[in-house]
């Protein structure tokens, strides 16, 4: 037999075992192995955030020195700049349309993917690929398929009766529901969280609900929604968070139809041509922090609600 594990005791000996002594970690070997995160944090995310705040009270156009000008940004932005208020409006738009658009379906497509049991594995797989899809390819690609004189989408819309299709990107109207049809064609990311929030609920309280006489739609108001509004709230954190962040997909969607309109000028397309564009460093800079303002604004009132609403198993973690 092999050896036991637990130490014996010294014969001649009694009473309890004497603890371990602790392990002496010294300081200098926690800070050298901390250091590469230090250095990273330091370097990467403190130091251009001293710098951008520093920068939004100044006049810098990347070549001469930055020169100060107080608030002369901050009121230009709210006075002087109207596509700061296209821009504003453009991206609550898509945050007010697509973040619940998202979850419903996200939910949805979670709560299909927990009926199969043959072939599970596949359809899972099948609608999660889009989110694996790079976005620029994507945005090209749906620009393509949503074209008004040859992409297939209109070509079928005509081809079932309905004469005269939207012109989708083209249009100013249905632009950025364009935009909104691709974000949610690349759910598969958010669809696999609610999918495990799903797979988490009990079957026994369905099972108890069922004896009870609940139909489908109770079993869902009363059961699956209460437990999965952890995932709903998680989910519309990160949603607000992105939504204001909202570039890519516009930026590429917008330069392949020549957005003149600027229907498609969100936020960060705003902060982006002024600083890359107009070579208006301050500005930018401005901009950017008046965005985390209100990204940290959103936030917390999300996280300050999210008692009412928001159910843990064991009580709330923000207490």
Known sequence: MGKSLVPSRKRGTSGPMQPRKKLK???VFILLCLSPWILGFLLFTAYPMIASFYQSFTKFNLIESPKWIGLANYKRMFSDDPDFWIAMRNTIWISVISIPLRIAFATFAAWILTKPKKGMKFYRTLFFLPAMVPTVAASM???Y???PSYGPINNFLQHIGIKNPPFWFLDPVWSKWGLILLGLWGIGDTMIIYLAGLLDVPRSLYEAA???GANSWQSFR???LPLITP???FSGVTGIIGSFQYFTQAYVA???VNDYSHSMYFYATHVYFSAFRAYEMGYASALAWVLLVIT???TMVILKTQKRWVHYPNGSLFK
Request: aromatic share 20%; proline share 4%; glycine share 4%.
């Open 210 to 212: 069922s004896l009870e």
């Open 141 to 143: 690609s749906f620009t």
């Open 231 to 233: 995932v709903i709230f």
């Open 145 to 147: 398929i949503f074209n």
């Open 25 to 27: 970690v010294p300081w």
């Open 254 to 256: 917008a330069g392949q």
């Open 222 to 224: 009363y059961i699956t």
């Open 296 to 298: 940290l604004l959103c």
